[in-house]
């Protein structure tokens, strides 16, 4: 979509999103939109109230149908992972070079420690390589059972 993604506490000057989970977010980051995404997946709103001026995403986002707008097209120059010195040009090899060494369809890659440009590389490339990657911020939710039934693998060194 274009973006440049930061990863880290606090937003740049010029970001234009700022998302943290429940609870780990700051509302004073210097970003026009200051998010606060609950946990678990598909929750309905935050479980406390969010100050304002941050928006509860998973309360808004319902309240909108799906509806693909159009994009606009990044330049191979335009940074997609600043940090890592990624453009978008070099996105997609760089993604596919981080999930080289995955050989399984379906990996278990535990976020409890939250995203960094290397899981957001990984997922990506499993994904450009038609695999499915069964993502969990906590590991206890991820028993033996939950992996036969997703039949996911943990990545190697997880």
């Known amino acids: 979509m274009g973006a440049s993604v930061r990863f880290g506490e606090n937003s740049a000057d010029d970001a234009a999103v ?51 707008m159009g994009m606009e097209e990044p330049q191979d120059g335009d940074d997609a992972l600043s940090e890592a010195g990624i453009s978008h040009g070099d996105l997609l090899a760089e993604a596919v070079r981080a999930a080289s060494s995955i050989e ?27 695999g499915a990657v069964l993502l969990a911020a906590n590991s206890a939710d991820v028993t033996p059972d939950v992996l036969a039934q997703e039949k996911a693998v943990p990545l190697s060194g997880e």
């Open 18 to 68: 700022h998302a943290a989970l429940e609870g780990h977010f700051n509302a004073d980051v210097p970003a026009e939109n200051v998010l606060a995404v609950a946990t678990p997946a598909l929750t309905f709103a935050c479980a406390e109230p969010v100050p304002g001026p941050a928006i509860d995403f998973c309360a808004e986002v319902r309240s909108f149908p799906d509806v693909y």
């Open 104 to 130: 399984d369809h379906t990996v278990y890659l535990p976020l409890e420690d939250g995203w960094d440009e290397r899981a957001l590389l990984t997922v990506l490339g499993v994904l450009l390589r038609d």
